[in-house]
């Protein structure tokens, strides 16, 4: 009889033994069981001011800064009741600030993905004269603080025509101060997208735009047919990373928005703090206005993780 000899005997490799493997599986077991431990005391150390904030808004004033200074803060114990959230109802229209923020923050989005992609595809896909000087100065946008061009952005916005309806017509105007799109309009085109757009565009190959070409396909019809459904990482990147700004404007709407009913949550945190401050209220309005936030967290977490991991790779 002629003895087979397996794949690792033919290349003159010793064969794993029981022995190797269990010790082998063993190691790697003990390194995912360090792994985990290291991430949740990771995630518990990020998790205390969210714990300590929902904590917080449970109790009194005066509990809240008695057990600042122990493990009782972060606990819920004494007093405990949704006072503070009834408060903050009655204190701020807490609804229209929570509608007026998802609105902006929806339509920047949105508008945003379509604005930025189209730039980054112009800027990837095409080839036209000084196409690398308008991405040189795109990307030099983003060594400019907002705050230094802010005031500038409020002259120019007071001066933009604008219709207004008045009585029942509609009448020309200047000045977009106090409405919904001097919140949404400046910030719909986005450097950093557009050059994550043009980045991950770039992976695509390019012959799937000639043999479109040949086809009789437009560029719109390769940008929507073609280049749209393969960047689906690059979307959901963008849109994690403009959510979170737009959902988190402060300085901007408190400029240029003096109507109450236009204004997003975070500026209704100012009214928590004009005469004494009330802590409890305030640790209950930032639990309400951080939901959101973690609702959509939590719902898209896969997605988020993915299109971040798909687009670091690709991009």
């Given at each position: 009889?002629?003895?087979?000899?397996?794949?690792?005997?033919?290349?003159?490799?010793?064969?794993?033994?029981?022995?190797?493997?269990?010790?082998?599986?063993?190691?790697?077991?003990?390194?995912?069981?360090?792994?985990?431990?290291?991430?949740?005391?990771?995630?518990?150390?990020?998790?205390?001011?969210?714990?300590?904030m929902f904590v917080s808004s449970?109790?009194?004033?005066?509990?809240?800064?008695?057990?600042?200074?122990?493990?009782?803060?972060?606990?819920?114990?004494?007093?405990?009741?949704?006072?503070?959230?009834?408060?903050?109802?009655?204190?701020?229209?807490?609804?229209?600030?929570?509608?007026?923020?998802?609105?902006?923050?929806?339509?920047?989005?949105?508008?945003?993905?379509?604005?930025?992609?189209?730039?980054?595809?112009?800027?990837?896909?095409?080839?036209?004269?000084?196409?690398?000087?308008?991405?040189?100065?795109?990307?030099?946008?983003?060594?400019?603080?907002?705050?230094?061009?802010?005031?500038?952005?409020?002259?120019?916005?007071?001066?933009?025509?604008?219709?207004?309806?008045?009585?029942?017509?509609?009448?020309?105007?200047?000045?977009?101060?106090?409405?919904?799109?001097?919140?949404?309009?400046?910030?719909?085109?986005?450097?950093?997208?557009?050059?994550?757009?043009?980045?991950?565009?770039?992976?695509?190959?390019?012959?799937?735009?000639?043999?479109?070409?040949?086809?009789?396909?437009?560029w719109f019809g390769i940008y929507?047919?073609?280049?749209?459904?393969?960047?689906?990482?690059?979307?959901?990147?963008?849109?994690?990373?403009?959510?979170?700004?737009?959902?988190?404007?402060?300085?901007?709407?408190?400029?240029?928005?003096?109507?109450?009913?236009?204004?997003?949550?975070?500026?209704?945190?100012?009214?928590f703090f004009q005469l004494n401050?009330?802590?409890?209220?305030?640790?209950?309005?930032?639990?309400?206005?951080?939901?959101?936030?973690?609702?959509?967290?939590?719902?898209?977490?896969?997605?988020?993780?993915?299109?971040?991991?798909?687009?670091?790779?690709?991009?």
């Amino acid at each position: 009889m002629t003895a087979t000899l397996t794949p690792a005997a033919q290349a003159g490799t010793p064969a794993p033994t029981p022995h190797r493997e269990t010790s082998l599986s063993r190691r790697r077991r003990i390194g995912s069981v360090v792994y985990y431990i290291v991430m949740c005391a990771f995630g518990v150390v990020f998790l205390f001011p969210l714990v300590f904030m929902f904590v917080s808004s449970l109790k009194p004033d005066s509990q809240i800064l008695q057990d600042v200074d122990s493990p009782a803060a972060f606990l819920p114990v004494g007093d405990i009741s949704l006072d503070n959230y009834f408060g903050v109802f009655d204190r701020v229209p807490v609804w229209q600030f929570l509608f007026n923020s998802v609105l902006v923050t929806v339509l920047t989005v949105g508008l945003g993905l379509i604005v930025n992609s189209m730039a980054g595809f112009a800027l990837s896909r095409l080839r036209w004269k000084g196409r690398l000087v308008v991405m040189a100065l795109i990307i030099a946008t983003l060594i400019v603080p907002f705050e230094t061009i802010a005031v500038p952005m409020v002259y120019w916005v007071s001066q933009l025509p604008t219709l207004v309806f008045e009585g029942g017509m509609l009448k020309y105007d200047f000045g977009w101060l106090n409405t919904y799109q001097v919140q949404i309009v400046p910030f719909i085109a986005n450097a950093f997208s557009i050059f994550l757009f043009a980045q991950y565009f770039s992976t695509i190959p390019a012959s799937l735009d000639e043999a479109a070409r040949i086809d009789g396909a437009s560029w719109f019809g390769i940008y929507r047919r073609i280049i749209v459904p393969l960047s689906g990482p690059a979307f959901a990147t963008v849109a994690i990373l403009t959510f979170l700004p737009a959902w988190n404007q402060y300085l901007w709407p408190l400029m240029v928005v003096q109507k109450e009913g236009l204004r997003p949550v975070m500026v209704g945190m100012q009214y928590f703090f004009q005469l004494n401050t009330a802590w409890g209220e305030v640790m209950a309005y930032t639990s309400l206005i951080t939901l959101p936030v973690l609702i959509v967290f939590l719902v898209f977490q896969r997605a988020f993780v993915s299109s971040i991991a798909a687009s670091g790779v690709k991009g």
